[in-house]
Structure formats: structure tokens, C-alpha cells
């Protein structure tokens, strides 16, 4: 009996919409027999952008606009005899979460 390693990176601008999908994940995963898995949080990436009100005559009026990135990652080790990987590409995930799949 082998074990492969699957890596699970989901991102999304909505961090309650990525943790509903890394919980409905999980519970896809728990279905199935595997030797162990685990979640990682990763660190909120925020982009800030900083624009003029008015181009012309004030430049001291600015506004600031901000995007957050919210991150997980879930490792899976299970044995090779599952194709884990055509039943993850089958899950349907809200339109707001991106997800990635790495398998090594």
C-alpha cells in the first residue's frame, strides 16, 4: 500500500464563503478512506489602492480601496488505489472560491 500526497489550495475575497467550501472539502474527504489530512491557514494577502477624488484640483482628496485575499491550503495523504483527485474535480464550489489541485 502506497501513499501519494495531494495538495488542496482554495482562495477566495470572501473568507466565510472559503471556509463553508473547506468544510464541505473536508467532509468530501472524510467519506473516503485516508490516512490523514490536514488545514492550513495561510496569512490574508491585502492589496491597498490609493486614488485621486478629483485629478485636477485637489490633490490632498484621496480615497483608499482595499482587496484581502484569504487563503487555506489542505494537505491529503491517501492510498494510491483512490482517483481522489477526479472526485475533488467533480465538487462543485461556489463561483467565488478558486481552488488548485497539486499532486505529488
Not at 6 to 33: G, P, T
Not at 40 to 55: A, D, G, H
Request: charged letters at 25%; hydrophobic letters at 40%; aromatic letters at 6%.
Amino acid at each position: 500500500m502506497t501513499t501519494e500526497k495531494l495538495r488542496i489550495q482554495l482562495e477566495s475575497f470572501n473568507h466565510e464563503l472559503l471556509n463553508s467550501s473547506a468544510n464541505k472539502v473536508i467532509s468530501l474527504l472524510k467519506n473516503i478512506d485516508l490516512n490523514t489530512f490536514s488545514m492550513v491557514s495561510l496569512p490574508t494577502n491585502k492589496r491597498v489602492y490609493c486614488v485621486l477624488r478629483s485629478p485636477h484640483v485637489d490633490k490632498d482628496a484621496r480615497e483608499h480601496f482595499e482587496i484581502r485575499m484569504h487563503k487555506r491550503i489542505l494537505d491529503v495523504q491517501y492510498d494510491s488505489t483512490i482517483n481522489v483527485s477526479d472526485l475533488l474535480s467533480d465538487t462543485d464550489l461556489p463561483a467565488g472560491v478558486l481552488y488548485r489541485i497539486y499532486i505529488s
